[in-house]
């Protein structure tokens, strides 16, 4: 499965962030693409210890989805998110994709070493590789929201 630490996928995802502007139109959901963009950051920094999100209440169900979060089926459209996770103020598109990039290259050129938390405040326990596998879904899936 496509993952952030492949080179392969990083150049893609950002080739596909290069084809998203302040224009583009959402195919489903609320935000916009600069909404996106600050949503897509978090969960990175999440990953690094950047940012603290607390155990969700629902974490002992949480890791029965988790095989189902890690395999090559895609991210249903409009699914549940943590609130810390959900954007709806306004946002610069610049200013955002700035945030992005700096999150994506610490995650995705620093590997398994920048990973700083082992558990998921729903998931439960993750590997750095499938923070990887994760990371990757999570980005392509709201990169075809936008129709990138």
């Known amino acids: 499965m496509k993952n952030i630490f492949n080179i ?10 290069e084809k998203l502007s302040p224009q583009s139109k959402n195919l489903w959901g609320k935000m916009n693409s600069s909404q996106m ?3 897509c950051v978090r969960p990175m ?7 603290i999100v ?12 988790k095989n189902y979060l890690l395999s090559e089926k ?8 943590a609130p810390e996770f959900i954007v709806s103020d306004a946002k610069e598109f610049g200013r955002e994709k700035e945030n992005f990039l700096k999150a ?8 398994k070493s920048v990973i700083k938390t ?17 990371t990757y879904k999570h980005l392509d899936h709201h990169f075809n929201q936008f129709g990138v």
Do not use: C, V, Y
């Open 8 to 17: 392969s996928e990083q150049n893609e995802i950002l080739q596909r962030l």
């Open 37 to 39: 963009l600050a949503h």
């Open 45 to 51: 920094q999440m990953a690094t210890g950047d940012l």
């Open 54 to 65: 607390k155990p969700s209440p629902m974490r002992f169900i949480g890791r029965f989805f």
């Open 74 to 81: 895609p991210l249903a459209k409009n699914g549940p998110t």
């Open 104 to 111: 994506f290259e610490k995650l995705a050129k620093g590997g």
């Open 118 to 134: 082992e558990k998921h405040p729903f998931f439960g326990t993750m590997k750095s590789d499938e923070w990887a596998r994760l």
